[in-house]
């Protein structure tokens, strides 16, 4: 996790201390369990000092869970409560349910609905069967933007402004490994100009294949992005551009329809948009 940057450091409407406080709560991701200072010290880069005095505050304002006996924390209720309510805010995450559903039980693969957080997409909503076993991923799972599907979707769908600001955040991120992520994202724009999804097979898991798509609102939310995925030897490159894109790609606009009161789209308008020239090609194409 990166300490902030100069340009919003020097930001006199910037928060500094605020910020780093919201930094020690996201160093805790599923599964963790405890955290100790210097754990949550090396996560986000800041001086063992300093996320001393914030567990210390954040205990105080109720965040954080002392653990006495092993001198660590671990994320409180009212810390909890905040994602909850998040969650509960997040209309397309219900409204997308029925969607997701219908298509992890056609293709057998797990459906998430993902948003970003920092370099990362962060799932807030997973529909998953039993074929799935291989893929172990749930709410508050995290996939990186460069590399799977659903980032490469989410990347893709983004203003140029936006784009370049994601860009930032990912180089840094990533350092000298940047170039390669970076080859990869503009192959992966080819994908989503020429087909209207993106598909990652094997490049953020060896094992797991997977396509993705973007759903933009006019609300001025999002973009989110979902994807469907399962063991790569099911869902083979070939598969994922005839099969599982195509299906996604339809779910995803269907639910565009849904939220904007129209009816869903049938298959053969779908269809349509796939060819080459059309409606999802040009603005995919804008993307490049």
């Known amino acids: 996790m990166k300490r902030t940057g100069k340009k919003t450091a020097t930001d006199r409407n910037f928060v500094v201390a605020l910020s780093r406080g919201l930094d020690v709560l996201r160093a805790f991701q599923p599964h963790d369990g405890l955290l100790g ?18 567990t210390y505050t954040l ?27 998040a969650l509960s805010n997040l209309g397309v995450r219900h409204l997308s349910e029925p969607f997701r559903e219908e298509v992890m039980r056609a293709t057998g693969g797990a459906v998430a609905i993902g948003g970003r957080d920092r370099h990362s997409m962060i799932y807030f909503g997973q529909s998953r ?5 291989g893929v172990q ?19 893709w769908a983004l203003d140029d402004e936006n784009r370049a600001e994601v860009t930032r955040i990912l180089r840094e991120h990533y ?40 759903l933009k609102l006019n609300d001025g939310t999002g973009p989110y992005a979902f ?3 399962a ?13 599982i894109g195509p299906r996604l790609l339809a779910m995803v606009r269907n639910i565009e329809a849904a939220l904007g009161g129209l009816m869903p789209q049938s298959k053969k308008e779908i269809s349509k948009k796939l060819k080459p020239g059309g409606k999802v090609a040009r603005v995919a194409e804008g993307f490049r």
């Open 137 to 155: 991923l749930d709410v508050g799972s995290r996939v990186p933007i460069a590399t799977s599907a659903m980032g490469r979707a989410y990347f």
């Open 227 to 229: 994807n469907c995925g």
């Open 129 to 133: 069967g039993s074929e799935t076993v």
């Open 231 to 243: 063991p790569a030897f099911r869902f083979t490159e070939e598969r994922l551009i005839n099969d």
């Open 59 to 85: 205990t105080k304002l109720g965040y954080l869970t002392p653990v006495p006996r092993f001198e660590k924390y671990q994320l409180a209720p009212a810390a909890m409560a905040l994602g909850y309510a």
């Open 37 to 54: 200072n210097q754990e949550i010290a090396a996560r986000t880069n800041l001086p063992k000092p300093t996320v001393s005095r914030l």
């Open 175 to 214: 350092g000298s490994r940047w170039p390669k992520m970076r080859d990869g994202l503009e192959r992966s724009g080819e994908t989503v100009a020429k087909y209207g999804f993106a598909i990652s097979v094997g490049d953020w898991h060896d094992d797991i294949g997977a396509a993705g798509v973007a």
